[in-house]
């Protein structure tokens, strides 16, 4: 099985039931939690423009105040399943849901020694990860007959 065929039949039409935020977001699956340091999402713009987070001073004095609005695309997607996973070309991890949300898990992030890892628990994916992006290019794994 290669990280690609993992990755989705991991991801395709499951859904998580909780999720956290940090300076790193997890999201809790039924088996296994999908860390990322970044999420972007075009719905991002969507609901600064059309939301009373503008509004809402306390969001913006915050000390991450973007963090209020990912974790609102995030919480939109609570229970809903994965219609789609794809794995582009910088090992981003870009996931599209039944209720036509798109999620962005970036390679790009700066001064990060990890981008994404589907986890047991959400730990440091260099202890124990099923499949993880260490850098831009770089998906590892240890699930059972994996190849790259």
């Not at 609901?47 to 609005?69: G, I, K, Q």
């Not at 794995?87 to 020694?113: E, H, K």
């Not at 990890?114 to 499949?131: E, M, R």
Request: hydrophobic share 40%; aromatic share 10%.
């Amino acid at each position: 099985m290669t990280h690609l065929e993992f990755i989705e039949r991991s991801l395709l039409g499951k859904f998580y039931w909780r999720f956290a935020v940090a300076s790193s977001f997890d999201l809790s699956f039924e088996d296994f939690v999908l860390s990322t340091q970044e999420m972007v999402s075009p719905d991002e713009a969507f609901v600064c423009d059309n939301s009373r987070l503008e509004t809402y001073a306390r969001s913006r004095e915050t000390a991450n105040p973007e963090l209020v609005v990912k974790s609102a695309v995030i919480s939109t997607c609570l229970g809903v399943p994965i219609a789609a996973v794809d794995v582009l070309s910088d090992s981003s991890l870009q996931l599209t849901f039944d209720n036509g949300v798109a999620m962005r898990l970036p390679t790009d992030t700066p001064i990060v020694d990890w981008h994404w890892a589907i986890t047991d628990s959400g730990g440091d994916p260099y202890v124990s990860c099923h499949v993880a992006c260490f850098a831009p290019g770089e998906i590892r794994g240890r699930m059972p007959n994996a190849s790259s």
